[in-house]
């Protein structure tokens, strides 16, 4: 939905309340004062708050971040890595290891039951971000499912990554406190 056109239908609902207003005060219907001032306070609450948003298109994807980030804020991430920078090949790389355990990653099996795919790149750009990298816009398959080479297994690939060629490596990890294995991030590079 378009901001401007939900900034209109919410001023829209604010003057009909107004209106509600003035009739509850003029016919004195003190019983329905208290609910009038009640959706007058809800309905300008939401229309400042989208009057200082800088987006243009609102979706359900950006309420349900918008919400999650409000009512639950996660803890900051802390994992131990390294960071290393070099030439192969003619192209610059920066590549970021991860000690085990490392971030856990959203896959999930195929139908085939062959290849992981990411399902979500939520906790992905959250990492991205913790290394100083720019977010990626969409999941991706393993790259094996797509050229067909085993030595893919485990990788994922973003040919259009802002900063070049971004590849992350998958392995298991095992969560210290509740024994149970999980698919995490070994190490992500980008190269130039």
Known sequence: MDLATLKYIILGLLFICVIWLIRTIVKKETENLLRTILLIVIFFAIFFYLQHQKIEKITY???KAQFRETFFPESPLHYVYYKEEGTSGGS?????SFESPGPALAVSMDADHKYFHLRDVYSLNRVLEYVGLPKVNKPVQELASITGKYHDINLYRWDDYAWGVLTIERQICQDREKLNPYQCIMAI???R
């Not at 610059?92 to 970021?96: D, E, K, L, P, V």
Request: net charge positive; proline share 0%.
């Open 92 to 96: 610059r790389f920066i590549r970021y």
């Open 61 to 63: 994807a950006y309420i």
């Open 189 to 191: 590079m980008v190269t």
